[in-house]
């Protein structure tokens, strides 16, 4: 199972990444993210990292990187992760990447989901998914929630990271 970790902040370079010599390049990006505090954190993206809604990122974007807390990574500084997932910060919508249980409530206990038949529940390849999301890793995107705790919410899209 995926621990997701997540670390914020704005997009200070984008740079290639060379994985090897076998005519990869310019498939794999670094990207560069300072938070708030100052601290800094690379993400290596792959073709297969999931860009939420398909959206391109640029130097100064505010990001939101999310990785595998239990994958092995290089001791090296600035932290260097494998991004499985990113996130173009914006004010229109929120995004929540976390495992959802059988009522829908994520892990850390601060979402919960509502259905609705608008609700579009698709796969990372934009087919739709026609299983329950329930106890699966999930990427929500929603807008207003309660402030009750959980928060709940009835979520534009969802989808299953299968």
């Known amino acids: 199972m995926v621990n997701f970790y997540y670390f914020q902040g704005?997009?200070?370079?984008?740079?290639?990444?060379?994985?090897g010599q076998n005519g990869e390049e310019?498939?794999?990006?670094l990207?560069?993210?300072m938070d708030d505090s100052g601290?800094?954190?690379n993400f290596v993206v792959e073709p297969s990292t999931y860009f939420v809604d398909h959206e391109i990122v640029g130097t100064g974007d505010r990001?939101?990187?999310y990785y595998d807390g239990n994958a092995p990574v290089p001791l090296i500084y600035p932290p260097q992760y494998r991004a499985l997932i990113m996130v173009k910060e914006s004010p229109a919508r929120n995004v929540k990447v976390d495992y959802f249980n059988s009522q829908l409530v994520s892990s850390d206990?601060?979402?919960?989901?509502?259905?609705s038949p608008y609700t579009q529940v698709l796969l990372t390849n934009g087919q739709l998914f026609t299983g329950n999301p329930a106890n699966r890793n999930l990427i929500v995107v929603y807008g207003p929630s309660t402030k009750s705790i959980p928060a709940q919410t009835i979520p534009y899209k969802v989808i299953?990271?299968?």
Request: hydrophobic share 45%; with cysteine.
């Open 39 to 41: 601290a800094t954190v």
């Open 10 to 19: 704005t997009v200070t370079l984008i740079s290639d990444f060379m994985i």
């Open 31 to 33: 990207i560069s993210v």
């Open 63 to 65: 990001v939101t990187g």
């Open 160 to 162: 299953v990271w299968c």
């Open 26 to 29: 310019g498939c794999y990006k």
């Open 109 to 115: 206990g601060s979402l919960k989901l509502n259905g």
